[in-house]
């Protein structure tokens, strides 16, 4: 026997008040009223119709809308926030718009301002300020908030609206409000989000969620879910993989507009994931497209590494700072194929803080033998250089390239040691042509790695950068977590590169280009 049943009069409120007092805002159908399309009436006759038999409230707590941009989803969810502003049975109501950051966070709360200001009817029931309105014969208020907002506590939230939710730095937001909401009757969260690449993230671990609950493996009757998304093997290129991504395609999303985007992600590789994410609704492995897992996945290989005992190689060392990964990368050309082996530091003391903090498991990692820690809770630079001078007498290494700019006392006492290093700088110049060759040679499968999980972890991050000229490097400071083995890699294939000592493969095939 259902628990649940259809009121069909609640669900037609909703509707209603939506369509007739809300206007769009913004575009060229300003001032006209917001005629709901079938799909986005469904959400909102779901959301205000179902309801409990034994209570008569509402049946969905959380819903989470996952559609492509240019979907109309923040004007829905703006019109949403004012039926529960004036319409919702709750008196002293807490509307919120929350967000990543204030910018964020406003553009709800500004549409549902501007539908406010456009609409007589609604303008005599609720005053507009600059950070809120008010309905005050309800008592009721709508109010923005951001995860950047000095103070995020003493809520008792009633509707929440999380705009965006993969740009949330983390939980914290989304706990304290969803955890607001305990006195109320019948809360409503709501969180509309496009695709993000961060799957460490308070919107992956929703998504995942949703996902489960859609396909009845989670059973949860009072979480609704609205994913419109393409499959990872549709063709993006054709429009009846746009069409199953977007739901308003041909309406507030125009063909002409896919057409032009899909082509310059064909054409624009760094393109294509943001493509993906956000008109595909496809979550991907990095901010900027270089390598899918799958990619990288291909080059793992079961190796037997004694075989590499006494075998000349380079290395590359990318010194990061004292409370981070240090990563030592020796790279082997055997028969055309090259084989690296990383050895990642990182401090003994540090490492649980860390794992907290990025969302893996170094403690694991130190355990399993994956990745090294140096005692103390700072980079044990010692334990280092008694590691490379260990590794020296295990293999002939050819040359060792360092960050100059993160030179420190290793690098000399390991020249004093006599090991032979070389300044290798972080510029566009520098690491083009070795990330461009590590590239090739991945995609040509002549990259063989042992399915390191911290190695594999850093590769999911890694974003690039491009300048004017074409060049490419894997870009610190926009990847999404730690890359600092990867450039140490590198860096070790740009020192075979530039190293003339030693047969290469390039004397006989030649450098590979993509």
């Known amino acids: 026997m259902t628990k649940f049943y259809f009121d069909k009069d609640a669900a037609n409120k909703a509707i209603g008040f939506i369509e007739q007092f809300i206007t769009h805002t913004k575009g060229e159908l300003t001032g006209m009223p917001l005629k709901l399309e079938e799909w986005q009436s469904k959400i909102v006759g779901d959301i205000f119709g179902w309801k409990s038999k034994e209570t008569n409230l509402r049946k969905y707590r959380t819903v989470f809308i996952e559609v492509p941009r240019k979907n109309g989803k923040s004007t829905l969810c ?102 607001s909401t305990g006195s109320r009757r019948q809360p409503l969260t709501i969180a509309i989000t496009t695709a993000g690449y961060d799957k460490q993230s308070i919107c992956y671990e929703i998504y995942s969620y949703a996902k489960k ?57 760094s393109y294509q994931n943001t493509f993906r994410r956000l008109m ?67 401090p003994e003391e540090n490492a649980k803080k860390r794992s907290d903090r990025d969302g893996v498991d170094y403690v694991s990692w130190i355990r399993d033998g994956h990745i090294f820690s140096t005692p103390g809770d700072v ?52 690491l083009s042509m070795p990330t ?18 911290c190695m594999n972890w850093c590769m999911s991050n890694v974003a690039l950068q491009e300048d004017p000229a074409g060049n490419i490097k894997v870009a610190k400071n926009k990847s999404k977590e730690k890359v600092d083995p990867i450039v ?5 294939l740009g020192c075979h590169l530039t190293t003339e000592s030693g047969d290469s493969v390039y004397d006989t095939r030649g450098v590979l280009t993509i």
């Open 488 to 492: 140490s890699l590198v860096m070790a």
């Open 280 to 346: 595909l609704n496809q979550w991907t492995d990095s901010h900027s497209a270089w390598l899918t897992s799958g990619e990288w996945e291909a080059c793992h290989q079961d190796f037997d590494y004694s075989t590499l005992d006494n075998m000349q190689c380079w290395g590359g060392l990318d010194l990061a700072s004292t409370r981070d990964l240090t990563c030592f990368t020796l790279l082997f050309n055997v028969e055309g194929k090259f084989i690296f082996i990383p050895y990642i530091f990182i």
């Open 213 to 269: 609950v859609a396909d009845s493996v989670i059973k949860d009757d009072s979480f609704y879910t609205v994913i419109y998304e393409a499959e990872n093997d549709d063709d993006i290129t054709l429009e009846s993989t746009w069409i199953k991504a977007n739901p308003n395609y041909g309406i507030s999303l125009r063909k002409e507009y896919m057409e032009r985007e899909s082509q310059r992600a064909v054409d624009v590789p």
């Open 78 to 179: 703006a019109a949403v926030g004012l039926y529960m502003l004036f319409a919702d049975e709750e008196r002293g109501s807490e509307v919120y718009s929350a967000a990543g950051d204030r910018q964020q966070a406003g553009i709800v709360f500004e549409i549902a301002k501007g539908m406010i200001l456009q609409s007589p009817e609604l303008s005599e029931r609720g005053k507009v300020f600059r950070n809120s309105i008010v309905n005050e014969s309800k008592g009721n208020f709508y109010q923005a908030i951001s995860s950047d907002s000095k103070t995020k506590h003493g809520f008792n939230a009633n509707c929440i609206i999380f705009d965006e939710l993969h740009t949330q730095p983390n939980r914290d937001l989304w706990d304290t409000l969803t955890t």
């Open 379 to 430: 980079t044990d630079y010692s334990f280092i250089r008694n590691k490379v001078n260990d590794l020296s007498k295990k293999y002939r290494i050819q040359s060792i390239c360092y960050d100059r700019w993160n030179a420190s006392q290793l690098v000399i006492d390991l020249q004093n040691d006599g090991a032979s290093l070389d300044p290798f700088g972080q510029g566009f110049i520098s």
């Open 436 to 453: 461009k060759t590590l590239e090739a040679e991945i995609l040509a499968k002549n990259i063989i790695h042992n399915n390191n999980p």
